[in-house]
């Protein structure tokens, strides 16, 4: 019905040529809107009086499918395929046959939905060679069954929509699983031999890959779930170290230890505590007692030099606490000898060599080569930065994100797998579930405030929906019929 309503809104001069209406729908290329397939938008009494029976099309779209698509050079449209039907055609039946209203119709739908299904599909994804490679199946199956384009669950639907979604815009390289491309390759194979008119064959190559989906998914499940594990443990690790400096702090800040004791509570000492939280939490008899040996050490360190002796007994704890976080014997007695002391002297170690080696020193949970950009303190937010920030806070885990990825506007979709209001810091991983970024909050925050990251918010839905939807809006606009109407 849109369609006749295009073809009398074009009759009446309403629209520009139909040629050029096709061109602005779907896209194509001036030479294909010069071909018969204009009479998408020409009356119907405009066709020639000669239908070819629907056998003789099925058979020769049968020929068709049989010949395989020429590599390399430009890939063939729908339209491409309606121009080669009709020479097929005209040369076994005269120059006077054609196509039935009903075949020509489905024949222009197609070339339509097809358009607005490689807008959405990356020029260079394998998938796009596969969807040509179906056409000829799918031409087939909505000639011999009208409910193609309105049923969901279209077996030829399905198949088409699995390959299209491989090969989306928004995916890179990195995302599309090899083995689903192999797959997909032997199901479009399965389909192209196969189908001679039986749908069932559309839906063993789809069940086929919808198996492969669902192993696909758990697996991006697991691999997920081990990264989110993983950024969980750096959320402890850190909270551990907030609250171990925390405390140090206010030790620190009720009896005011010597400089270099603070210096070796800070860096040495704050491992422990940091470990010990790891281990046992802060309701620990563990903690308590390390919170016992943080105060002890500062009131024996706060006594002057030679008032009074070493502290063997809280001597020997220190060391074997350092000990159990990674320091060397040596290391671990001198920072003992120092936070057992009166005025944390030591007469048999030197503060530069022991300051040069705690320098060079990697921390707890630190890497050695890693140096956290979270840590410097972030520069003041604009008031659209702090509102990007203050939304990104609030997102439930599983957003969509598109990144801009360069100047020419591409974009990547990746999924906020998990973020913490501790760290401020943002997992992002890809559909296989692989990690693919990190990101603070911050950071992220200013991205979005100037247009190079986007929350995903439109209903994401299936390709092939979202195709047919376009192409009935296009068809509305052609029409002049309001969408509510057209139901």
């Known amino acids: 019905q849109l369609l006749g309503a295009a073809r009398q809104a074009h009759a009446a001069g309403a629209v520009p040529g139909g040629g050029a209406l096709a061109a602005q729908a779907v896209g194509a290329s001036a030479q294909a809107v010069a071909t018969p397939t ?45 121009n080669a039907l009709l020479a097929q055609v005209r040369a076994e039946h005269g120059a006077q046959a054609s196509l039935t209203v009903k075949d020509s119709d489905t024949f222009d739908l197609l ?27 799918v031409a087939r ?9 309105v049923r969901d669950q ?11 979604e491989a090969g989306a815009n928004w995916l890179g390289e990195e995302d599309v699983d090899p083995q689903l491309v192999q797959k997909l390759g032997h199901a479009v194979d399965q389909v192209v031999n196969a189908y001679d008119g039986d749908v069932a064959v559309f839906d063993t190559a789809n069940e086929e890959i919808q198996q492969h989906f669902r192993a696909l998914a758990h697996k991006a499940e697991l691999a997920e779930r081990r990264h989110v594990e993983a950024a969980r443990g750096k959320e402890r690790l850190e909270a551990a170290k907030q609250q171990a400096s925390t405390s140090i702090e206010q030790v620190c800040a009720q009896a005011a230890p010597p400089r270099f004791v603070q210096a ?28 016992q040996e943080t105060a002890r050490i500062a009131e024996v360190t706060c006594l002057a030099p030679g008032v009074a002796e070493r502290d063997d007994a809280l001597g020997q704890q220190v060391e074997s606490a350092l000990l159990q976080v990674g320091y060397h014997q040596d290391e671990a007695a001198a920072i003992a000898r120092r936070l057992s002391t009166p005025g944390g002297e030591d007469d048999s170690s030197s503060r530069t060599e022991l300051t040069a080696r705690l320098r060079a020193r990697t921390r707890l949970g630190e890497q050695a080569d890693a140096s956290d950009p979270r840590k410097v303190a972030p520069l003041a937010r604009s008031t659209a930065e702090d509102d990007c920030y203050r939304q990104l806070r609030t997102l439930p885990f599983g957003t969509w ?12 979709r990746q999924r906020l797998s998990w973020y913490s209001l501790i760290t401020d810091n943002a997992l992002f991983v890809n559909q296989r579930g ?15 405030a100037h247009g ?12 092939i929906d979202r195709a047919w939807q376009a192409t009935l809006r296009t068809l509305r606009s052609l029409a002049g019929t309001p969408a509510e109407s057209a139901e």
């Open 38 to 82: 204009e009479n998408a938008f020409l009356a119907p009494e405009a066709l020639p009086a000669l239908a070819v029976p629907a056998e003789a099309v099925h058979a020769t779209l049968a020929r068709l499918q049989g010949q395989a698509v020429a590599p390399g050079g430009a890939r063939r449209s729908m339209a491409d395929l309606h």
């Open 434 to 448: 692989q990690k693919v970024g990190e990101h603070s909050l911050d950071a992220l925050s200013r991205l979005m």
């Open 111 to 137: 070339d339509m939905l097809y358009g607005q299904i490689q807008r959405e599909v990356r020029p260079e994804a394998v998938a796009a060679d596969l969807l040509t490679r179906l056409q000829v199946p």
């Open 264 to 291: 070796l509570l800070k860096q040495a000492w704050s491992d422990v505590l940091t470990l010990t939280l790891l281990r046992n939490g802060e309701t620990s008899p563990q903690w308590q007692q390390r919170q």
């Open 141 to 149: 199956a909505a000639l011999s069954d009208p409910a193609f384009f």
């Open 154 to 164: 279209h077996p030829a639907r399905e198949l088409l929509n699995a390959v299209a």
């Open 452 to 463: 190079q990251v986007r929350i995903v918010t439109e209903d994401k839905g299936r390709l």
């Open 401 to 412: 994100f598109e990144f801009t990825t360069n100047q020419q506007g591409d974009v990547r």
